[in-house]
């Protein structure tokens, strides 16, 4: 079922996972070689070749996501978390997309990409609304280990999976790779998922079925207010559609929600939150240690804005 999902970052050729060793068939390249992708302990698989790093250690730092497995572990940005669920859970249905229909009809299954799954927050939730394949990928190595290794205590990964377990839980492939340069067969997943992460319309048109959908998270305006204003004297808001235009060619907005959550905070939660995002190295370490030091004494709170947008592939006539 899965020999033609994946292609070799190297050379394009078919890839062919398998529990120690994953190897490209070698069909595609002059030399016919067959390239191999070991299988870490962990249970993940790096398919990001040397040249395809911008730098040593590309995408978000160990510190960043140990600050981000605390914050997002207490609960503040459940409510996002539940929307996009309910969401991709109503797209799948009314489009008679669940496991069942489709294993009925053609026998395909349902292959889902977060793209830019960080530590796996909102990965491990989306694996439990019905699809059989979670294709979850960054390009930060130590979020994807530490996805991995969440989805090996609960028996998730892909080749933990067992054919009676059908249904209950996606079978997870955690994949450290590039979101520019993604190792898939073209039009290969049924939805794909961008939490936060950078949107690339020509990429994601490539890998997404006819008709597949497109979910997008994105901070809305007003996002972490009060946060801001302490840390910046000129703060700019969140464009937050500026990207849609730049879908337009190839998809087609359906719906937009919007979520909010207010937020009380004390010192360590508001040092992690500051650490998961971008104002870590931003805002001068003066405001930051400021605004911490009148955190401890007084109580801190701002509201987490966000907005969700649900597209679909525009159908080629």
């Known amino acids: 079922m899965l020999v033609s999902l994946f292609i070799c970052p190297l050379c394009q050729s078919p890839l062919q996972p398998a529990l120690d060793t994953w190897r490209c068939d070698g069909s595609l390249n002059l030399k016919h070689t067959n390239h ?33 497995k605390r914050f997002l572990n ?18 799948l249905a009314q489009n008679a997309l669940g496991a069942e229909s489709i294993a009925k009809s053609n026998n395909k299954p349902i292959t889902w990409l977060d793209i830019g799954c960080g530590e796996g927050y909102y990965t491990q939730a989306i694996a439990k609304i019905g699809m059989d394949i979670l294709l979850a990928a960054d390009i930060s190595k130590p979020a994807v280990v530490e996805l991995a290794k969440a989805s090996k205590a609960a028996g998730s990964l892909w080749y933990q999976q067992d054919k009676d377990d059908c249904g209950k839980m996606a079978a997870i492939y955690p994949l450290v790779t590039s979101a520019a340069n993604l190792p898939l067969r073209a039009h290969s997943v049924t939805g794909i998922s961008s939490i936060f992460s950078p949107i690339l319309p020509e990429a994601f048109n490539q890998v997404l079925s006819d008709e597949g959908y497109l979910i997008i998270a994105k901070p809305d305006i007003g996002h972490l207010a009060t946060m801001r204003d302490a840390l910046f004297d000129d703060v700019r808001e969140h464009d937050s559609d500026k990207f849609l235009h730049e879908l337009a060619p190839y998809f087609a907005l359906m719906n937009t929600y919007h979520v909010s959550t207010e937020m ?50 525009i159908a080629v006539a």
Do not use: W
């Open 264 to 313: 009380t905070l004390a010192v360590d939660d508001l040092a992690d939150l500051m650490t998961m995002t971008p104002y870590a190295y931003r805002a001068h370490s003066e405001k930051r240690q400021a605004l911490l030091a009148k955190v401890v004494t007084e109580t801190f709170i701002t509201e987490a804005k966000f907005v969700v947008y649900v597209l679909q592939k």
């Open 74 to 91: 207490a609960g503040y940005y459940q409510p996002l978390q539940a929307l996009i669920c309910q969401k991709m859970t109503e797209l």
């Open 36 to 68: 191999p992708f070991d299988v870490a302990r962990q249970g993940y698989v790096n398919l990001l070749p040397v040249q395809q790093k911008k730098s040593k250690a590309p995408g978000d730092s160990q510190m960043s996501i140990e600050a981000r």
